[in-house]
């Protein structure tokens, strides 16, 4: 007969494990509503031992969010070929899946949550926003973005983060149309900077250029052109 014999971890793998059942937890349900109690019987040790590695919730919190964050700015990633409709739904469905799975833990990462005013909490979101706008100008082939292109992706990305967190309030709108509206979005917005900039416009073009006649761009022409 073998009996199975517990490994000890060490101190990274234990802060690494209790900031995976942390994350699990907080995915299910508000930060605010789990317990340190909760958290150590889920990891399976004592409450004083979590403090050991933790100081308190706060910390667990912010580390917790930290590696959302990092697995949410990944999410933007996207090898920078093919059309560029096609890469940006492919963004918006890694984005939505994301969401998604860690509806409450998302919540939480873009409002605050327990740590609502921690710098270190608005340093994450930072963060998100901040990789988001550096994959945008990579997909645009744009290396210093004009002040009116900035604006377009920054505006963009803020209302992904907000048609987002007014989906998990009640999910009445299919997750799927919302992805290509978003997309749609984007050339909307770019759309109507090109009609005030000629290197908007410029851009416009370019983004358009190589699109199939079944792409996001191209659907989005047809949709309004129905409306005529």
């Known amino acids: ?15 690494q494990q209790l900031i995976g059942v942390a994350l699990d937890l907080f995915s299910r349900r508000s930060p605010d509503e789990v317990s340190i109690d909760e958290i150590a019987s889920a990891a399976g040790i004592s409450r004083p031992l979590v403090y050991h590695y933790f100081p308190g919730k706060l910390s ?15 999410r933007f990633a996207e090898p920078q070929e093919g059309p560029l409709g096609a890469r940006l739904l492919r963004v918006m469905r890694r984005f939505f899946d994301f969401v998604d799975e860690h509806g409450p833990g998302f919540s939480a990462l873009m409002r605050g949550g327990p ?43 803020s209302l992904a983060e907000s048609t987002a967190l007014i989906w998990l309030e009640g999910r009445r709108v299919p997750r799927a149309e919302l992805e ?44 309004l052109g129905t409306l005529g």
Not at 5 to 10: E, N
Not at 191 to 209: C, F, G, P, Q, R
């Open 1 to 15: 007969m073998t009996i199975g014999v517990r490994r000890r971890m060490g101190v990274e793998e234990r802060r």
């Open 115 to 157: 740590a609502v005013g921690s710098s270190a909490t608005n340093a994450l979101i930072d963060s998100v926003r901040h990789a988001a706008y550096a994959h945008m100008l990579a997909h645009l082939g744009v290396t210093e973005a004009p002040a009116r292109l900035e604006l377009v992706i920054r505006s963009w990305i």
């Open 60 to 74: 667990l919190y912010e580390a917790a969010l930290k590696r959302a964050a990092e697995d949410l700015a990944g």
């Open 180 to 223: 290509i509206q978003l997309v749609h979005d984007f050339a909307a917005l770019t759309a109507v900077s090109a009609a005030h900039d000629e290197d908007m416009a410029t851009l416009l073009k370019k983004m358009v250029k190589d699109e199939p006649a079944d792409g996001p761009f191209a659907e989005l022409v047809g949709r």
